[in-house]
């Protein structure tokens, strides 16, 4: 069975304190592994989309890593404009479906 | 990018009545989707809807219950039927974009479903 498992739950950083977020997976074919911010009332923000294991994409203070088996997304000197949920998602191969498969989050609060 | 509204934001409603939730883009858009965020869970997708034909529904959603028209390409609507509180969540579309890399999907702003 497809899964995505991100961890931890909730992290909570002071302001200028880089860390990371995991999400690991296990899906029948990787097609695209994405990541999603949500801030809370509003729908999942478009980040990023990771298609094959090595492969980097950055954007301003957020960089995501993919390998085989789960996905880094690693926040450097965050600010606390930065506070939200982020969401990991797979899609699998196989059959004309385009599901995304999604873990239940990570709650990054940052603070001042 | 595209601009994704949804129609309402919120509402609270009775048990055993129906809401029709509306979703509407402002460019034209491959596929469109229809999530739901339960409290505290994962986003589940409900089905795809289909421009001019039935909706194509995941297992455990059944159109009966969750009705799906997508008349055309920029517009959708989901019908959350005889509603209980357990349908309680926030109901979610998205869309893949014309001419974009076909997997990657936009979300709307959700829909937040109260049933008392």
């Known amino acids: 069975e497809d899964q995505v498992t991100q961890s931890p739950e909730a992290l909570r950083l002071q302001e200028g304190e880089s860390s990371s977020l995991n999400c690991s997976y296990t899906v029948s074919g990787l097609r695209g592994l994405f990541w999603y911010r949500q801030d809370p009332g509003k729908g999942p923000e478009f980040l990023f989309t990771l298609y094959s294991a090595g492969e980097e994409k950055e954007k301003e203070r957020l960089k995501a890593t993919l390998t085989k088996k789960e996905s880094f997304l690693h926040i450097t000197a965050p600010k606390p404009e930065d506070s939200a949920t982020y969401l990991c998602?797979?899609?699998?191969?196989?059959?004309?479906?385009?599901?995304?498969?999604f873990g239940t989050g990570t709650l990054l609060a940052v603070q001042p | 990018s595209a601009v994704i509204s949804q129609k309402p934001s919120r509402d609270i409603c009775q048990r055993g009545t129906s809401l029709t939730i509306q979703c509407q883009v402002d460019?034209?858009?491959?596929?469109m989707f229809w999530y739901r965020q339960q409290p505290g869970q994962s986003l589940t997708l409900i089905a795809t809807a289909n421009q001019g034909s039935e909706a194509t529904y995941e297992s455990g959603f059944v159109i009966d219950k969750f009705p799906i028209s997508r008349p055309n390409l920029t517009f959708s609507t989901l019908t959350v039927s005889n509603m209980s509180p357990e349908d309680s969540s926030i109901y979610l579309c998205?869309?893949?974009?014309?001419?974009?890399?076909?997997?990657?999907?936009?979300f709307g702003p959700g829909t937040r479903l109260t049933v008392l």
């Open positions: 998602a797979v899609q699998a191969g196989g059959g004309a479906t385009n599901k995304l498969i």
């Open positions: 998205s869309v893949s974009l014309a001419g974009g890399p076909y997997n990657e999907q936009f």
């Open positions: 460019s034209q858009v491959t596929m």
